[in-house]
């Protein structure tokens, strides 16, 4: 930990100040550093190798979060011998509007972006080299001087469906008015759509803040996705795997996304050799039938593809929040055509729903879309 000298450390505030960071320090993995405004103004930082700079990963720093930048080193080291001398990879904290506020929906906060802003002004702002993200955190739209080419092997992109009871094996267990804990949209509608009575609470935090509400009885069940539980071997948890038919999952969901500045060569280098050319085809499929629909906070969008014997299958799906209304489509193809065939599947849908649909979601206040409060 270096001493600014521009700081008194012999008042009684600063003495504290500097005994816990030196103590979290102390208890930090040799690699990790916090970036620029995790802590103020200060910088936790490792020695850097003589020979060169490290490679900064941006993240933030939930454990999920974590989990997926320590997978992400651990590639980059397995394919690059010189990233595995001590120091050559420095993962950079930091954290994200969507952290720091939680008694508030997404859909209240602003929605897109909030998990990514602070990311993108580091990487941009060259305090960090490469960013790693949850891919359906991200939005459709990238900063200009960015690219995100690299997808990461996806995991199960499949929802948990996790009960506070024994005895309620799966959605339909649950007895009438249950209370389901969770922030999205898009599984408030299809559970909705399953059973009417069915109260959906906001339900913010990370995954341990999500279980152990659920432990407390705050809620009868909640949601989430697999790929998250089974990084950081939490899988167990899962009462049940839900799946397409009883839940389509999230645009992107289950996949690790890493962007870089465009001009950087060095980090371009590094992770387009971490890429996996069939989970970027297939989040390029998603991301395109979300940009074409260019849903916003307050519309339910699912959507998945998966290539199956060399072919290509999309399934898409919008819906009014209260479930009460459904549109779906499926379009298989090449998979050289992912972006097409997504893009094509958002317009049909468009067109299906109509202009008044979109424009009612716009129009709705946050409590109106949601009407509940937050657990």
Not at 59 to 67: D, K
Request: a negative charge; aromatic letters at 6%; glycine letters at 8%.
């Amino acid at each position: 930990v270096e001493i600014n000298p521009t700081i008194n450390y012999k008042t009684p505030a600063a003495k504290m100040k500097f005994v816990q960071t030196a103590i979290l320090f102390a208890t930090l993995p040799a690699t990790l550093a916090f970036a620029p405004g995790a802590f103020g103004t200060e910088r936790l930082t490792t020695a850097l190798n003589a020979e060169g700079q490290p490679l900064r990963i941006g993240t933030r720093g939930s454990p999920l979060a974590l989990a997926q930048a320590y997978e992400t080193r651990k590639r980059l080291q397995e394919n690059f011998p010189e990233l595995r001398e001590e120091g050559m990879i420095e993962i950079c904290v930091m954290k994200t509007q969507g952290d720091m506020i939680l008694d508030k929906s997404l859909m209240e906060l602003g929605g897109k972006g909030l998990f990514t802003k602070e990311l993108d002004t580091a990487l941009l702002g060259d305090e960090v080299d490469i960013c790693v993200h949850s891919m359906k955190d991200v939005p459709t739209w990238l900063p200009d001087g960015t690219v995100l080419p690299c997808n990461l092997p996806r995991e199960t992109t499949n929802d948990a469906f996790i009960s506070g009871d024994e005895n309620i094996k799966c959605i339909a267990d649950l007895p009438d008015n249950a209370v389901i804990g969770t922030a999205s949209l898009r599984r408030q509608s299809q559970l909705l759509a399953q059973n009417p009575t069915f109260k959906c609470v906001n339900f913010r935090g990370n995954v341990q803040t999500r279980l152990r509400k659920l432990d407390d009885g705050v809620v009868d069940a909640t949601l989430l996705a697999i790929a998250g539980l089974k990084r950081m071997s939490m899988d167990g948890c899962a009462t049940a795997v839900l799946d397409w038919d009883e839940m389509l999952p999230a645009v992107a969901q289950g996949a690790i996304g890493i962007q870089c500045r465009s001009d950087d060569e060095r980090s371009l280098k590094y992770i387009d050799a971490l890429n996996h050319p069939e989970t970027k085809t297939c989040v390029d499929c998603e991301r395109a039938f979300l940009e074409a629909l260019d849903g916003n906070c307050k519309t339910p969008i699912a959507g998945q593809a998966r290539i199956i014997d060399g072919e290509l299958v999309f399934r898409g799906m919008i819906a009014m929040p209260d479930g009460t209304s459904q549109y779906k489509t499926e379009k298989t193809g090449k998979p050289e055509d992912a972006v097409k065939i997504g893009r094509e599947a958002g317009e049909e849908l468009k067109a299906e729903a109509g202009e008044k649909f979109f424009q009612m979601m716009v129009e709705m206040s946050p409590q109106q879309v949601l009407g509940q409060i937050t657990k």
